[in-house]
């Protein structure tokens, strides 16, 4: 998938920045070691010179021979060095950069092509800006009060609570599709972000926003109003959370690209959380049933009860 100019900007300076300290920081390191032990500095000075040596030797075209001598006194000289690191306990790996890519060496590029690490640095940005800004400080598992549920909603919401914090604990990119049904305010969109938090934790993919907001855009964007390639992101993240499903302003675009999205994620085995607000008979009068039959067949569905949890802590903290 490709991004705008400015990911990719972004991301290379990142890459650059990485470079950059992982050299200063092996100088550092060859610098300490040199004061602490001029004799290592003085090996690394012959070798450098027999470098210069073989250098000039092959521009000059002198005899094979010539090279082969250099070589092998350059490769005596380090076999001393290596004797000295071992017998004064350094690695030999702190006095080199330690880049993080390691196919690229943070240059960004490979064979004038932009390296892999880029692009997935460039994506990262991406689904940043993509994702409408998640509260995932304030919803974890960790802050999900089950004690607010009327006692006739604890035990439900305590298995589905259950059910949410194992889901992330084993979530991976063919994790099962989840469908959280329920009115307003009783913790679908707490315990979706819970899930968002430990996914990206992990190191995954993950996009949130609102159907409404997304469906949005994608028809802004194939209608040329505006720039992007959000329905690519949706289609391509690893961990796809649509919340407010419903709210969208339906077209016929929308409804294909609903479809789109919902049934080739299914068909690709990547995870997706749906929550909604609507009943399961309403999504069918919504959507049909064609999107409705892909929902059934494929996501597991858990049905939210109890009262509206934020007005129930509002009091709460009221009193």
Not at 53 to 73: F, T
Not at 96 to 109: A, I, L
Not at 135 to 144: A, D, G, I, R, V
Request: with cysteine; net charge negative.
């Amino acid at each position: 998938m490709g991004y705008k100019k400015e990911y990719y900007i972004k991301a290379l300076a990142d890459v650059a920045k990485h470079r950059l300290t992982a050299d200063e920081t092996a100088k550092n390191n060859l610098l300490s070691v040199y004061l602490a032990h001029p004799d290592i500095k003085e090996l690394d000075e012959k070798m450098n010179a027999l470098g210069l040596l073989a250098v000039k030797s092959a521009v000059k075209l002198s005899g094979a021979d010539e090279i082969i001598n250099l070589k092998s006194e350059y490769e005596k000289i380090d076999e001393n060095k290596q004797e000295l690191l071992t017998k004064y306990n350094i690695s030999a790996s702190t006095l080199k950069p330690n880049y993080c890519c390691k196919n690229c060496s943070d240059t960004g590029y490979i064979n004038g092509e932009l390296c892999d690490c880029v692009k997935r640095i460039a994506k990262e940005y991406y689904y940043n800006d993509l994702c409408e800004k998640m509260p995932l400080e304030k919803s974890n598992f960790e802050t999900f009060d089950i004690s607010l549920y009327p006692d006739d909603a604890r035990v439900n919401m305590q298995e589905i609570f259950n059910f949410s914090k194992e889901y992330a604990d084993t979530f991976n990119t063919t994790s099962k599709n989840l469908l959280f049904l329920g009115r307003t305010g009783l913790g679908k969109t707490h315990l979706s972000l819970s899930i968002a938090n430990i996914a990206i934790d992990k190191g995954f993919g993950v996009i949130y926003g609102s159907s409404q907001n997304f469906f949005n855009q994608i028809q802004d964007e194939a209608f040329g109003r505006k720039q992007g390639d959000t329905l690519n992101a949706l289609l391509e993240c690893d961990l796809l959370i649509l919340d407010d499903f419903g709210t969208e302003f339906m077209s016929t675009y929308i409804s294909s690209a609903i479809y789109n999205i919902i049934n080739s994620r299914i068909l690709r085995s990547i995870p997706t959380i749906i929550s909604t607000n609507l009943s399961l008979g309403e999504i069918n009068s919504q959507y049909g049933e064609r999107i409705m039959s892909r929902i059934l067949g494929n996501y597991v569905i858990k049905q939210f009860t109890g009262k509206d949890i934020r007005q129930i802590q509002m009091l709460k903290n009221n009193t």
